[in-house]
């Protein structure tokens, strides 16, 4: 129980911070946008081609988004030694870990809540029926890269050239939840259900459940000495 | 008898690659040895002064 | 010190090494007969087959170096996952090549997106960004621990990765008429056999040969590491 008010307080501080100076969410949102023009200009494609690859493109989109997100993620702990505070108080790490987590989660949830419909107004795509399940798939695959990218950019935290490091670690590891995302939201656009992309959703499902547990218990190792 | 070209290719390429490694890691350790051992001697200079 | 006997130790594994290399380069190239099918090119498998094993032999010691690490906090274990990695990455970019340049006349291509050949490729990045993080790291103590937590899951990641290529591949492309994911040889000359279990014993030693050397090399970064501190 106190487990779940730590990171709920946590997430509390980050998201009123956030809400006051709307940085992080402003700028991936505006990167976001300006992905899908960059995609229309460099790919003039007939509708019926851009919805075969719309996963593949807004994929694209929400992984750099995402970069950019991380790199700002323990940008408020590092100000003025508030890590070290963080870390001297009787915090437990893991809820530290699911605070960050989830802070990231909603931020990056929010920008794809917009950019999604924004993509289909912009590349003209009519079946707007599909995009709940999409939206749950991609829903679980931003579960697995925050979870992972979460702890990845606590690991680089340290490190010198961090935002170049971070993605050069984590997207090879990024791989699984890539796949199952772009194939499982190609398997929806094709068949209209679920059922066939069923073998990818479970992987995602797997690989959040498996990181998170990870996270969970290795993020004090990540962020102590 | 282009598959011996092929052949040669890929053993020169990784022969090459691990000895090439092998002398890094030569160059580095002895490198490293060197430094240790000119520490450890100026260490006993120091110790001996303080006596 | 036992840094005498040990120093010779090594010594004598490299120059068995070095025995069965010979032996293995002999066998390999000269008195295995071609394959029925492949052809001359396929005694490139000589090589590539003990490099990918010594690979994964070497991710495996980083996975058990890092474990190691984080339960018991021994630097030696460290040293260890460190180590293995460099190692690893080389003979997995090697193995890369070896496979790349057998691609080449056996299915045209130097490259296709077979899932052993992608899996094979994002170990290498995987491994690539280990060793990066590492080098970027000023903080010794504290890349040790992140590296060590990379290490598990880079190696927890294995099969997720797996399990993913080979759905992706399989799912979207019939098999091709030559599989790539098939052992080349069927009907397996004996002499083939032998070539490849005495070129797996010579990579076998040649790979602790060169562990013990960057074990070596670790061990006296840490005792430079420690001097210099004692002399504050």
Redesign the interface.
Known sequence: MAFLKQAGLLLAKDLRLELRRREILLTMFFFGTLLLFVFHFSFDLAPEKVLEMAPALLWLAFLFTGTLGLAQLFQSERDNHCLDALLVSPLDRGAFFVAKVSFNLILMLIVEVFVMPLFWILFNLRSWNLMPLLFLITLLGTAGFCV?GT??SA??L?????EL?LP??L???M??VI??TI?GMEAVIRSGGLAEGA??LR?LV??DV??LT?GIL?FD??I?? | MAAWGFVFLAYAVVWGAIVLYLLSLKRRLSRAEAELARLRSTEEVAIDAKK | MGNETRRKNPRILGVVALIFIIIGLYWGLMHAPPDAYQGDVQRIMYLHIPSILTAYLSFFLVFIGSCLY?WKRERRDDILAYSAAEIGVLFTALTIIEGSIWGKPTWGVWWTWDARLTLTA?LL??FA??L??RS????E???A??A???G???F??IP??H???Y??RT?HQPPSILRPDKAPWENIHPAMLTAVAINFVAFMLLYFYLLSLRLRLGETKDQIKLSRLSRG
């Open positions: 992972l702890l990845l690991m680089t340290r490190a010198r050239a961090r490091l050069l670690i997207f090879p590891l791989i699984p796949l199952a194939r073998p990818w992987l797997g690989f498996m990181f990870a290795m190792w990540v102590d000495n | 984080l994002v990045l995987i960004g280990y990066m993080l970027l790291t000023e903080d103590s504290r890349a621990s992140s060590a937590v990379l598990i899951i880079g927890l990641d997720l990765i399990m993913s290529v759905w992706w799912l």
